[in-house]
């Protein structure tokens, strides 16, 4: 199987665009579409009766970010208060609050970043790492997930290599595709393919 993936600006474009696919014999379950807005994202597969991509489970990875950045979180609230703890002669007697503050504030700061990066991770999963799983390289996915936060919405055909994908690749540009150059201001792809 090959697949192809292309960028559209509008629903209105996808939808054109899949049901062409449709037409030229591609399967319902060979296509998918993904988008960051999922009321949209739900309008357009009830209209074309094609199910989005959801992007992969983010795991452990995002459970740890989360704890990292709520470990930051909690030193930046909490050590600029011990300092000034420290610095005024009258409150020094109060540091070692400070140090359990500080203590506290990063505990509380991991957990509470580990339970939403975990909760992120499930909502809307890493949709580079799908994008990987398309065999595509890491800076094409990247640049096309910055595309999908700027809006734009990405198509996947998976056909038979050859003339299927050539087929595809011909609808994708004839309803609209748009390059990831002018989506993100980097790269020159309108289109990408890869075999798996």
């Known amino acids: 199987m090959e697949s192809v993936v292309a960028l559209f600006r509008e629903p209105a474009q996808v939808k054109v665009a899949i049901e062409a696919l449709l037409n030229q014999g591609y399967q319902r379950n060979n296509l998918g579409f993904t988008m960051l807005d999922v009321v949209q994202e739900s309008e357009l597969a009830s209209q074309t009766g ?20 709520g470990v930051l979180g909690g030193l930046a609230l909490t050590v600029p208060v011990w300092l000034l703890l420290l610095i005024i002669p009258v409150t020094r007697i109060y540091q070692e609050g400070g140090l359990l503050g500080m203590l506290f504030g990063v505990l509380g700061g991991a957990g509470m970043g580990a339970l939403f990066g975990a909760l992120a991770g499930s909502d809307s999963g890493d949709y580079v790492k799908l994008m990987r799983q398309f065999g595509m390289p890491a800076r094409v996915a990247e640049g096309y997930y910055q595309s999908m936060k700027n809006g734009h919405i990405l198509v996947f055909a998976r056909g038979q290599q050859g003339v299927q994908s050539d087929e595809a690749v011909r609808i994708f540009k004839r309803t609209g595709a748009i390059d990831l150059d002018s989506a993100i201001g980097g790269g020159n792809l309108s289109s990408q393919r890869s075999v798996h």
């Open 50 to 69: 094609v199910s989005p991509e959801d992007g992969a489970p983010a795991g452990a990875g995002g459970v740890l970010r989360g704890a990292f950045i």
